[in-house]
């Protein structure tokens, strides 16, 4: 999964209060990937070697995730993300761009997309994170010990005290709840995930970005202002549900949806292969 021989990560200054790691890789027109709740650019290890070989291929870690820095001021919720994309892709100077995100990822992608129509001319969202009604709700449904762990955090004390107590175990067992078959969870990107979370000031980053939860799915309000193409793709074990996913659709008059089979909420971890191929026959669309 995570490969000495990919270009070293850069980070670019955004702002005097933002800055974010990114990695290029490839040759051909831009593509930008953005990850999903929790996880950062080496999430995208196996799916950027199918993409490189015909586009030049951007994924960055979003704030406060991975090794980008972390503002404590910030908000963490859908606004502040699309903000943050939006002057990355004005500070790389990016047009005619394909914008391809899972997760809060797709949801940004979308949002993004629907800010910037002179720059973005396809979108491929991935297991949209856009039908939230209660704290952590898509998290939660992955299994009984997600709903409990993530549940806990919005209680004032404990959900702090919950948060600290967090390892790689912990982690695992949250994270397999997303995947259709949760062995397929690896374990050195779990062993990434679980180093980045002991940095000073992440755990409270990661509480923050949950607690945002309601601008997640306020951020449908901007998908009727898309313009570019939009394809929509789903694992068929993702935590949305299927009128979840229609009225996406119905929102971005998306021209596709495509389904992964046997596929959970990371489909770019659990099938790298099938997701290429569903965002590479997108672009011939």
């Not at 949801?107 to 491929?124: D, F, G, I, M, N």
């Not at 909420?265 to 669309?285: D, K, M, W, Y």
Request: proline residues 5%; hydrophobic residues 40%; contains cysteine.
């Amino acid at each position: 999964m995570l490969s000495m021989t990919e270009p070293k990560a850069s980070l670019l200054k955004i702002s005097d209060k933002l800055s974010m790691r990114f990695r290029r890789t490839g040759s051909g027109p831009p593509l930008l990937l953005l990850h999903t709740i929790r996880t950062q650019l080496e999430y995208f290890g196996d799916l950027v070697p199918f993409l490189a070989r015909s586009h030049t291929v951007y994924a960055i870690d979003l704030p406060g995730h991975g090794h980008s820095p972390i503002d404590q001021s910030a908000s963490f919720d859908e606004p502040y993300f699309r903000r943050a994309v939006i002057g990355l892709i004005e500070e790389l100077d990016l047009s005619d761009l394909t914008l391809v995100g899972e997760s809060i990822g797709g949801t940004l992608a979308l949002t993004v997309a629907a800010s910037l129509p002179h720059r973005v001319k396809r979108v491929v969202a991935i297991n949209t994170y856009d039908y939230e009604t209660r704290y952590g709700d898509g998290i939660r449904r992955g299994n009984w010990f997600a709903n409990f762990i993530i549940g806990s955090l919005q209680i004032p004390v404990l959900g702090a005290f919950n948060a600290s107590m967090e390892n790689k175990i912990v982690l695992g067992k949250i994270m397999g709840g997303g995947y259709h078959d949760p062995r397929k969870l690896p374990d050195d990107l779990l062993a990434e995930f679980d180093d980045v979370a002991k940095r000073s000031g992440y755990k409270r980053t990661a509480r923050k970005v949950l607690a945002g939860w309601r601008s997640w799915s306020k951020a449908r309000d901007h998908y009727r202002h898309i313009s570019c193409p939009v394809t929509l793709i789903y694992g068929d074990s993702d935590w949305s549900r299927p009128d979840e996913r229609e009225r996406t659709r119905a929102l971005t008059s998306a021209s596709q949806m495509v389904t992964l089979e046997k596929t959970g909420h990371f489909s770019a971890v659990e099938n790298p292969s099938g997701l290429a191929r569903a965002i590479l026959a997108a672009e011939q669309t």
